[in-house]
């Protein structure tokens, strides 16, 4: 499988870059990028790393190498809840796949799995007293990338965990415990959002929206 990568030095996307890296079913990882990252993990076999001056104006190079990808993991974003990161880069990546030849021929669906979160707000009239910008703006992108699915042979999906804790195995005591007392409705494991968001990637999942709880539940059936 090749995998279209955005966000992959985020606190949750450098999860799921590195649980990418270790997957057999990803063959390859186009890792778009504004700078070239100082990690090892552009170095790896797996990874073309692209620099990309514009989200909203790819290059022909570009262009050449995710058009044939069969999805994308989506983690790129802001705290702001910024339209054009959220909603407009988005929808222009989905607009360049979804145009090119090899999209036509599609045998099987492309998978576009977006990195949301469970406090976003996709109602632009409800009112929010706790971040109401970026909770919205986080909405707006949430409809676009659910609204993916209209087209036939794509598929786009919206994890959405809530409060994102390290890996279990990384996480001390405190944030442990804390886990433990809020509940998935609540937080996330880092490693359990990665997992899901690669199986998603590889093979769909039931629900367009994943929410947090949905994000533990599906993590512990697929390790089982």
Not at 13 to 32: E, T
Not at 101 to 106: D, G, I, S, V
Request: hydrophobic share 40%.
């Amino acid at each position: 499988m090749k995998v279209v990568f955005t966000g992959s030095s985020g606190y949750i996307g450098s999860q799921v870059f590195k649980q990418a890296l270790a997957d057999k079913r990803i063959d390859k990882i186009v890792n778009l990028v504004r700078r070239l990252p100082t990690n090892s993990s552009v170095q790896h076999d797996k990874v073309r790393t692209i620099i990309v001056k514009d989200f909203n104006n790819y290059d022909k190079e570009t262009i050449t190498e995710i058009e044939d990808a069969d999805a994308a993991i989506w983690c790129a974003g802001t705290f702001t809840g910024d339209q054009v990161v959220h909603v407009e880069y988005p929808t222009t990546f989905y607009n360049v796949v979804t145009s090119r030849p090899a999209f036509k021929t599609r045998t099987t669906p492309f998978r576009f799995v977006y990195l949301g979160g469970a406090f976003t707000e996709p109602d632009q009239s409800k009112t929010l007293w706790f971040m109401p910008t970026a909770r919205k703006g986080s909405g707006r992108g949430q409809t676009a990338v659910a609204d993916f699915s209209r087209m036939a042979n794509f598929e786009g999906y919206v994890v959405k965990p809530g409060i994102a804790l390290r890996a279990y195995d990384e996480a001390s005591w405190l944030a442990r415990a804390f886990g433990w007392l809020a509940g998935s409705y609540w937080t996330a494991w880092n490693d359990e959002v990665a997992k899901v968001m690669i199986d998603v990637a590889s093979g769909g999942h039931r629900d367009v929206l994943i929410s947090s709880r949905e994000i533990a539940e599906t993590a512990k059936s697929r390790s089982d």
